[in-house]
């Protein structure tokens, strides 16, 4: 099967453990220091990405679905000299962390210390994931058909309205008046994205200094 070609931008001698990664993540949300990284444990091959498809199908009746994505604004202090670059279209300064999540709440990817004034659609386009997808360096699945179809479909993550629609990232439908199958078919893009904003308040309800800034 084969290999991603996906890596880190930097990486500490050794392999970076779970725990080395939260801890360079909480260093920057705390400190603010500048600079910005992407850290993930994604899968390598078909099989991963297929169990993790199949994960978000039995668990959130969402098949075909690679993972969820969404970004989350986390509050911090002005940097210094730093205009409105960090303030956001909420009214307060913070810094981004844009994440891919599973069905089980698992971050399988993560972009930390964009400013709050990107869009998370920008932060994608930005990123090492969005090439990635785009190219089919991930080691996904090929396409194959949804539950009682016969038509091939490729693999796909989930986003909301903010993300740009493409073949390997969908979003449900935005426009007024849905038909009955357009309501439902939203309806499950709602159970599959949920993951992505329940991984986050787990994460807060974790570690509390994400809900408020740091003097």
């Given amino acids: 099967m084969p290999q991603s070609d996906f890596r880190p931008v930097a990486k500490a001698e050794g392999s970076l453990g779970a725990w080395s990664k939260l801890a ?53 202090q002005k940097p210094p000299k730093s205009g409105t670059l960090y303030y956001n279209f909420k009214g307060f300064f913070c810094t981004v962390m844009l994440a891919l999540v599973d069905a089980y709440y698992k971050f399988l990817w993560v972009d930390v210390g964009a400013n709050g ?20 360096t991930l080691g996904l699945p090929p396409q194959d058909p949804l539950p009682n179809d016969d038509q091939d479909t490729p693999y796909f993550i989930v986003g909301d309205d ?13 426009h007024r008046y849905l038909s009955r199958q357009e309501r439902i078919c939203n309806y499950r893009f709602s159970r599959g994205r949920r993951v992505v904003e329940n991984a986050f308040g787990i994460l807060a309800n974790c570690f509390r200094c994400l809900l408020t800034t740091w003097d």
């Fill in 24 to 76: 360079i993540t909480l260093r920057f949300l705390a400190t603010g220091a500048k600079y910005q990284a992407e850290v993930w444990e994604t899968p390598s091959t078909e099989d991963a990405w297929w169990e993790v498809a199949q994960q978000l199908q039995n668990k959130w009746n969402f098949p075909h679905c690679r993972g969820a994505l969404d970004g989350k604004h986390i509050a911090i």
């Fill in 117 to 136: 004034a990107s869009s998370d659609a920008g932060i994608f386009n930005r990123s090492q994931l969005e090439p990635a997808l785009r190219q089919g």
């Fill in 162 to 174: 903010a993300f740009p629609l493409r073949t390997y990232l969908m979003k449900p439908y935005s």
